[in-house]
């Protein structure tokens, strides 16, 4: 049974940091797939950040240059620091796991992940 738990969202102001945190259980992560997306009020899930079991890092255009996505194989974490937030960053974000080694080469869409974790709200205001 795959279990993705998200922790670390809060209310911050404008120009500030998080660092989500994504636990997991249940599976060798280790050889999937991870993502993280978010769904603002009233906007689709989408992509923010995905990343191979070898590493290998997309992010999305919103994001590139101010979050960093990174993988803890020991300890089963998969983070996502969050730099320079914006208002627009507000939105529930989400872990997701896709059943496959990469994800780099299919859209970093909702579609093509296969678990997904309960959320964790993110507020800049």
């Known amino acids: 049974h795959v279990q993705l738990v998200e922790s670390g969202g809060d209310s911050v102001q404008p120009g500030g940091s998080l660092t989500l945190s994504c636990s997991t259980a249940?599976?060798?992560?280790?050889?999937?797939?991870m993502a993280w997306f978010r769904q603002g009020p009233g906007k689709e899930r989408e992509g923010v950040a995905s990343?191979?079991?070898?590493?290998?890092?997309n992010y999305a255009d919103s994001v590139n240059g101010r979050f960093v996505l990174s993988r803890d194989n020991a300890n089963n974490i998969l983070s996502l620091q969050m730099n320079s937030l914006k208002p627009d960053d507000t939105a529930m974000y989400y872990c997701?796991?896709?059943?496959?080694?990469?994800?780099?080469?299919?859209?970093?869409?909702?579609?093509?992940?296969?678990?997904w974790g309960q959320g964790t709200q993110v507020t800049v205001s």
């Open positions: 249940g599976y060798a992560w280790y050889i999937y797939c």
């Open positions: 990343i191979d079991s070898d590493g290998e890092i």
């Open positions: 997701a796991a896709r059943r496959a080694m990469c994800c780099s080469s299919v859209p970093l869409q909702a579609d093509n992940y296969d678990y």
